[in-house]
C-alpha cells in the first residue's frame, strides 16, 4: 500500500474531499508554495499573498470537485484559482502596485532612471530591480512573465492556466520581455536597445 | 539565418528552450556573425539570469505557518466552510426568490387586469341579454319587405305619413331603456302598435267631403290591394291579407283608405 506522501495530486485531492486531513496537510504543503510566491510575485503584498493562498485552499475544501484531471493537473488548477482571486483583487482594489495599462507601455521608457542593474549592480540588487520591473508590468503580461519566467513552467503549463493558446503565451512573454528590458535599461541606451528589442533591428547579415 | 528569424528565437535560446539542433546552430552561428543580434541574445541572457536570481531567491519563500493553521481548523470544522458557501450563495438564493416573486406577482395582476377587463366587457352584454327580450317582446321588427313609413313615402302624391318616433342610440342601453318607458305608454294605448298609412281618397270626390263626417270601418284586404295605391307588394307574402280602415262617409260611401300593419307582427 502506498503512503500518503507517494500518492498524487489528484488522489490526494480525493482523499482531501472525503475528509483526510492528512491528505489536506500533505496537498497544502506540496503545493502552498508556488501559490503564495505567484501570488506575492503578481501583487509585491505579503498580506493579499498570504490571503490569496487561504482564499485558494478554502476554495479547494468547498468546491474541489470540479477539478478535472482530463482539464490539467492539480497545480495548474489552484494556479489559475489563484489567478482568479488575485485578479479579482485587482479590480476591486487596485492593489498595492500601480497598474499600466497597454497605452502606458510607451512610459516604461520615461520611468527609468536607474542605472543598469543588469550590466553592474549587485545580485541583491538586480533581483530587486527585476522584481519591481515585474510588477509593473500589465497585468496580462505580468502573470505570463511570472509563470513561465519566476515559476519556470513552460508554456503549455502557463497556457492551461491562463486558459489562452500556447502561441498567446509565447508572444506575451516576448512582449514583456521587451517591455522589461526597456525598463532595466540605462536610459541613454533605452532608445537604441528599445528598437533592437521591440521593432527588430535588421542587418540582414 | 537573418536578423528577423534570429528575433523570432532568440527569447528562447536565451531561456534555454529545447529547439531543433540546427536551427539553433544556425542562430549562434548568426550572432557571431552579427553584432546587433549578438548584443539581442546577450540581453536576453542577462534577463533570463536575472529572473533565474529571482526564482532561486524566491524558492525558499513561503506562507506563513498561521495559514496553515487555519485552514486545517476550517477543515476541522466542516460547517465553517458549510457557512461560508451559504454565506456566499445567499444573495444569489434570494435573487431567486425575489425574481420568483417579482414574477408571479406580475402573473397574478395580470390575470386580475385580464378578468377586470372581460368583466368590464362582460357586464354590458349581460345588461344587453336581459333587455334584449323586452325588445324582442316590447320592440316590434319591422319586416324588410314592408315598411309602411318608407312604402308609403315612396308614393310622391302622397302626403308624407308621420314617422313614428323613434330614438336609436349607440347604447344598446338607452335604446333598451327608451324603448322600455315607451312600452308603458303603449300598453295603455293598443293602437300604438299599429302603423297607419295616411287615408287615400278612393275616387274623385272633393276631399272637402271628408269634413262631414263618417265612420272607419277595419276590414282586412287582399296584400295585392296595396299594388293599386302604388305601393310595392312582397310577392313572397302576396297571399296574405292586410289590415285596412276604410272611411265610410255619411252617405255610406267609402271615401279613403288606409293600410294598418302591426308592430308586434313584424
Redesign the interface.
Known sequence: MKLKSELTDPELLRLMLSGDEEAFTLLYRRRHGSIFRFALQMCGSQQVAEDVTHDVFIFLMRDGHVFDSAKGSVSSFLLGVARNYVLRRFRGEQSTVPLLDDEDDQQFDQVTNEPGPLDDLTRAETIDNVRKAVLSLPERYREVVVLCELQELSYGETAEILGCAIGTVRSRLHRARALLLAKLRPVENAELTNSAAVQSARCFA | M???RF?SVA?ELA?GQMMGAEVRNEALA?SA?????A??LR??E??????R???E??TA????AA??A???K???Q?QV?TV??VGNSTPNYRRYWLTAIAALLLIVFSVIAVRWRTEKVVVPQNARNQTTPQKNEAVPQQSPEVRPEETLASDPHQPRPQRPKRRVNSSALTVASAQSNRDKGNDANHASYEVATEFMPLGYLNPVAFQDGGQIVRVEVPRTTLANFGIPVNMDRYNERVKADILVGVDGTARAIRFVQDKRLQ
Do not use: K
Open positions: 537573418n536578423c528577423q528575433e527569447v531561456r548568426h556573425a552579427c553584432q546587433t543580434c548584443t539581442r540581453t536576453e542577462m534577463l533570463t539570469r536575472g529572473f536570481s529571482v526564482f531567491e524566491m519563500i513561503e506562507a506563513p495559514i496553515e487555519n485552514l486545517l476550517a477543515f476541522r466542516p466552510a461560508t458557501l
